[in-house]
């Protein structure tokens, strides 16, 4: 059964936090070009409704949470995660997975067999590290085809 990881909120809260100071940037920038440069005031009015369309469907992607890490029974997929490394790979391709420390942020580092690793800071994902722990680990355990002793 695939799990789905999605955006924590504080992290959705500040990259809202950096798109509204860029429209608002961008709407002072209008307002200035509009007063010295003589643009029709419709340039600002279309500006305008760009910013508050753009803000309202990167709020909404943010607020309900874009999906971060989708675990399925064949591999993994990680997105919206800069320096992540590898993106995506099948469980039979990765090798072992380590929890560490990298730049000071606790991360779960899954490595290939192939010597390149996909890093996946737990601070991004909402919920709780040792449940998305777990159900990594019980993941890659059906790839490799290891099954509970009871």
Known sequence: MPSEYRLSQPIAARILGVLLAVLGVVLILLTVGVALLD???AVLGAGIVAAVLLLL???SLLTRGATV???EEAGYRVRLIRGTGVKQA???DVED???TTVAGERCV???LRD???TV???RMLAGSADSFVKDLQGHLNRGHGYRRIN
């Open 39 to 41: 643009i029709s005031t």
């Open 109 to 111: 580092v899954l490595r």
């Open 90 to 92: 099948r469980w039979t």
């Open 120 to 122: 996946i800071p737990v």
């Open 97 to 99: 997975v380590v929890a």
């Open 115 to 117: 010597g390149r690793t």
């Open 57 to 59: 469907v990167g709020g």
């Open 69 to 71: 890490v989708r675990l």
